[in-house]
């Protein structure tokens, strides 16, 4: 484990990045702000290495990072209807920052932008955070885990731990933007994607999930078979139509709590390829539709679609929808994922 400094906050407070590498030349780095993964160094079949992810050359870029770059986001990713909840009887008022609703809990003091404690292991690292009762509007004493770990057969792993003194909502995720061919190699539209989801979860204009689960057949939602996003990802189909593409929830098939394989990314040409495995219920997959144009690590120029996300979590709004998978977890019940990126 390699550490060094990745510069100060605005507050005066070092933050460091930690390098994580394994024998065949693939190297994770993270950084204790915001737990965020910041580089991943992959080859390519001829052993040509490339950043596969985007991001910033240090802290200062993440203090703006109006994207979310390589983001750990917790308590809660994605949408919440109204930017409110009820639990218990009690009704819970978060941040409204996205139209009425609330998105990814607080895009200004969320965890993406908190100073995470580090606990450094040989081949891992993990970051803890503290959030207080009432922080950000959600109840209950929380802290949460995540550890990044990086095995010998190239799979970056992500383990998920959050336990709360009262019943609150969990639902974290890593919020990464992969570019398979180099994070400073333009579009993603010609990477091929296959989702193992025969169903999604359809969502309104301001893409709040209207609560059914639909199946994909029939549909470009339908990613079972190997598709190249940029085929589909503007057909005229009212869902695409309302987020400018791909950003939906799919519901992964084979959910019983066990990591399996979800998803599978490739280059053009399949230079890299990228698996995807959790054992959560859904995934956000997210083209890039929104990314304004901003400067980016080592000269790089970011836009609409350089890189995309593949967000393991719960449904969205699911504290809105009985028939989803729960997102409350408490003093009874203790949160604890796995996701994996893995190169082949
Ligand atoms: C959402 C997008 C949003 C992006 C950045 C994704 O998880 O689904 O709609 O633009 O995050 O906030």
Redesign the pocket.
């Known amino acids: 484990m390699q550490k060094r400094s990745f510069g100060k906050t605005r507050d005066g407070k070092e933050v460091f990045l930690y390098s994580l590498e394994n024998k065949n030349g693939v190297k994770a780095e993270v950084t204790n702000f915001g737990a965020i993964l910041v580089n991943l160094f992959v080859p390519d079949k001829d052993g040509k290495v490339e950043d596969v992810v985007l991001g910033f050359d240090d802290v200062t870029g993440y203090e703006v990072n109006p ?2 770059f390589g983001s750990v986001i917790a308590p809660s ?2 949408r919440i209807g109204g930017a409110s909840f009820e639990l218990n009887g009690q009704t819970y008022a978060l941040k409204k920052n996205n139209g009425e609703n609330n ?2 809990s607080d895009d200004e003091l969320g965890s993406h932008k908190k100073v995470w404690d580090v606990e450094e292991k040989e081949d891992s690292v993990t970051f803890t955070l503290k959030n207080g009762d009432g922080e950000l509007g959600f109840p209950g004493n929380k802290e949460f885990k995540v550890t990044y770990s990086l095995d010998e057969e190239n799979g970056l792993k992500i383990q998920y731990e959050a336990v709360s003194d009262k019943d609150t909502i969990i639902n974290p995720t890593n ?1 990464s933007y992969f570019n398979l061919k180099g994070h400073k190699e333009g579009t993603i539209e010609d990477h091929k994607i296959t989702l193992l989801a025969s169903n999604y979860t359809p969502a309104d204009a301001a ?1 709040i999930p209207y609560g059914d689960i639909v199946p994909v057949e029939g549909t470009p939602m339908d990613l079972r078979q190997e598709l190249v996003i940029g085929d589909k990802i503007d057909s005229d189909f009212e869902q695409l139509n309302f987020a400018v593409g791909y ?1 939906h929830n799919w519901v992964t098939d084979g959910y019983t709590g066990e990591v399996r394989k979800i998803a599978t990314v490739k280059a053009p040409n399949d230079v890299r390829i990228m698996e995807v495995y959790t054992d959560l219920p859904g995934v ?1 997959f ?1 083209a890039g539709n ?1 990314i304004d144009p901003q400067s980016g690590k080592n000269q790089a120029e970011y836009g609409k679609r350089s890189g995309l ?1 593949l ?1 393991t979590q719960c449904y969205p709004d699911s504290i809105h929808k009985p028939n989803f998978p729960s997102v409350v977890y408490g003093p009874d019940k203790n949160y604890k994922s796995t996701t994996i990126y893995k190169f082949v």
Do not use: G
Request: net charge negative.
């Open positions: 994207s979310y990713a994605n998105l990814h919020h893409s950003d956000q997210y929104f996300c967000e």
